[in-house]
T-cell receptor, first 112, second 115 residues
Framework: DQQVKQNSPSLSVQEGRISILNCDYTNSMFDYFLWYKKYPAEGPTFLISISSIKDKNEDGRFTVFLNKSAKHLSLHIVPSQPGDSAVYFCAACTSGTYKYIFGTGTRLKVLA | GAGVSQSPSNKVTEKGKDVELRCDPISGHTALYWYRQSLGQGLEFLIYFQGNSAPDKSGLPSDRFSAERTGGSVSTLTIQRTQQEDSAVYLC?????????????FGPGTRLTVT
């Protein structure tokens, strides 16, 4: 039972355009959501997070949107750069716990 | 400063052999996680250590898997009688006490191949 789903295994975007990565979850107890970025042969690195009390969080070129009613979150990268090419994982947890549930990842390729 | 390190970076083993994977967390980090990423899958939680508390082993897929954390620092994940389905990248992450929920620092992983 996949509680966190990333239905697009890959995405290609032209440099300078917007990249939108999507994530769906099923567990209504999740109240904290994170995005990680992973380059080949490296561990994932934390990118941005959002608490369920918000519907948007912005950090530079990265914005995460949360739609609690739809149990959906998305990561927007604008403008996309070739260095953004990586695998992006969304993760969810319930605050007060320590267990993170990760999606399967979306491989983003930004074309120069 | 030094990040999370894991060794070996790659391990090829024959089916039925035992393997040990090592994780050196960031100094002072009290929380340590092991995850597994199989081909085409997300990161699968395996085990969690927090300080001196009993570890949460609920993610270990079978009794062939075990993990220890000695002295609250280095951790070893042991897989006995390896099977081909154990082939995956094993990732370790650490988190400081009181760290933000997203503040996991991952190592580069150990790629295990069981032939």
């Amino acid at each position: 039972d996949q509680q966190v789903k990333q239905n697009s295994p890959s995405l290609s975007v032209q440099e300078g355009r917007i990249s939108i990565l999507n994530c769906d979850y099923t567990n209504s107890m999740f109240d904290y959501f994170l995005w990680y970025k992973k380059y080949p042969a490296e561990g994932p690195t934390f990118l941005i997070s959002i608490s369920s009390i918000k519907d948007k969080n912005e950090d530079g070129r990265f914005t995460v949107f949360l739609n609690k009613s739809a149990k959906h979150l998305s990561l927007h990268i604008v403008p996309s750069q070739p260095g953004d090419s990586a695998v992006y994982f969304c993760a969810a947890c319930t605050s007060g716990t320590y267990k993170y549930i990760f999606g399967t990842g979306t491989r983003l390729k930004v074309l120069a | 400063g030094a990040g999370v390190s894991q060794s070996p970076s790659n391990k090829v083993t024959e089916k039925g052999k035992d393997v040990e994977l090592r994780c050196d967390p960031i100094s002072g980090h009290t929380a340590l996680y092991w995850y597994r990423q199989s081909l085409g899958q997300g990161l699968e939680f395996l085990i969690y250590f927090q300080g001196n508390s009993a570890p949460d082993k609920s993610g270990l897929p079978s009794d062939r898997f075990s993990a220890e954390r000695t002295g609250g620092s280095v951790s070893t994940l042991t897989i006995q009688r390896t099977q081909q389905e154990d082939s995956a990248v094993y990732l370790c992450a650490s988190r400081p006490t009181g760290g933000a929920l997203g503040e996991q620092y991952f190592g580069p992983g150990t790629r295990l191949t069981v032939t």
